[in-house]
């Protein structure tokens, strides 16, 4: 396990408040993460966190399960989970010309990702949402042994 992801998981382990509440604003962190409004993610979360009264910390640790390294499989996944939903062909997604510089560039990714915004915005959701349960129940789980086994004083 890498450093950062232990320390990451420290920062969890070490928060003052229930285990349900700890998973709970972590799995809701990451169902933001997968949100397919991208670039206001954190926003979302300190406003959910704010709002419920969670933690921010657990929050933002899984809002940012979406960062620069896992984004583009994120929302490939999610654009291709809501193609299948939806009936939507993927074939398009590799017409793209990404070697285009300039407004011809974004008129071309318009053009050819049109077809693919309901697909982005359905399988990102429904991955978001089965991302968020899972993250719940395994972080609630960890969260719980290790309350029952830490000795009681």
């Given at each position: 396990m890498s450093?950062?992801?232990?320390?990451?998981?420290?920062?969890l382990f070490q928060l003052?408040?229930?285990?349900?509440?700890?998973?709970?604003?972590?799995?809701?962190g990451v169902w933001i993460a997968f949100?397919?409004?991208?670039?206001?993610?954190?926003g979302m979360a300190l406003a959910i966190a704010y709002r419920?009264?969670?933690?921010?910390?657990?929050?933002?640790?899984?809002?940012?399960?979406n960062n620069p390294w896992t984004v583009a499989p994120m929302y490939t996944a999610g654009t291709v989970l809501g193609s299948y939903v939806l009936g939507v062909s993927?074939?398009?997604?590799?017409?793209?010309?990404?070697?285009?510089?300039?407004?011809?560039?974004?008129?071309?990714?318009?053009?050819?990702?049109r077809p693919y915004v309901w697909p982005f915005v359905i399988g990102n959701t429904v991955l978001g949402v089965a991302g968020g349960l899972a993250a719940y129940f395994a972080?609630?789980?960890?969260?719980?042994?290790?309350?029952?086994a830490a000795p009681q004083a």
């Open positions: 450093e950062r992801l232990r320390r990451t998981l420290q920062i003052e408040d229930s285990p349900h509440r700890i998973a709970l604003a972590f799995g809701i949100s397919p409004f991208f670039g206001i993610h954190t419920f009264r969670l933690s921010r910390a657990a929050m933002l640790i899984g809002a940012y399960v993927t074939e398009g997604l590799s017409q793209i010309k990404w070697g285009l510089h300039g407004p011809a560039f974004y008129e071309a990714m318009v053009l050819g990702l972080l609630r789980s960890v969260l719980d042994r290790r309350r029952q």
